[in-house]
């Protein structure tokens, strides 16, 4: 039990350099949104973490901190488990994005098919040289 503890302490401190990219990446679009979005989870996490080692792992229950372990693994469940739909949601909207793109683009290839006129409406117009 206390080696899955251990272990579940070194994958809470994994999911900030898996955010972030991810979070980077999603917004590579909109450059205001990614500014607010990674100063805000950065702001958060400062700020959890500035009071969280210190009320969570008190140094009076060393090295059995029960409660401490207890209160890490759901952050650890709940980090994960907002990736995974946060990861979820990505793909979707790029896959709608993707299908708007294709659609977009076989509308520009119809409407410039539709353009062309029969080959019988075509008059040329022959400007003589003096």
Do not use: H
């Not at 950065?42 to 372990?69: D, H, M, N, Q």
């Amino acid at each position: 039990m206390i080696v899955a503890c251990y272990y579940l302490l070194g994958v809470s401190a994994a999911i900030t350099p898996i955010l972030m990219p991810f979070i980077n990446m999603a917004l590579r679009d909109d450059a205001e949104a990614r500014a607010i979005t990674v100063g805000g989870m950065l702001t958060a996490g400062w700020a959890v973490f500035s009071f969280y080692p210190i009320a969570v792992f008190p140094v009076v229950e060393a090295p059995r901190w029960t409660k401490g372990y207890a209160v890490n693994i759901c952050f650890v469940v709940g980090c994960w488990a907002s990736f995974l739909i946060m990861q979820y949601m990505y793909k979707k909207s790029e896959a709608r994005k993707e299908r708007a793109f294709a659609d977009a683009a076989a509308r520009d290839e119809e409407d410039s098919l539709s353009d062309r006129k029969p080959v019988q409406d075509i008059k040329e117009v022959v400007e003589e040289r003096k």
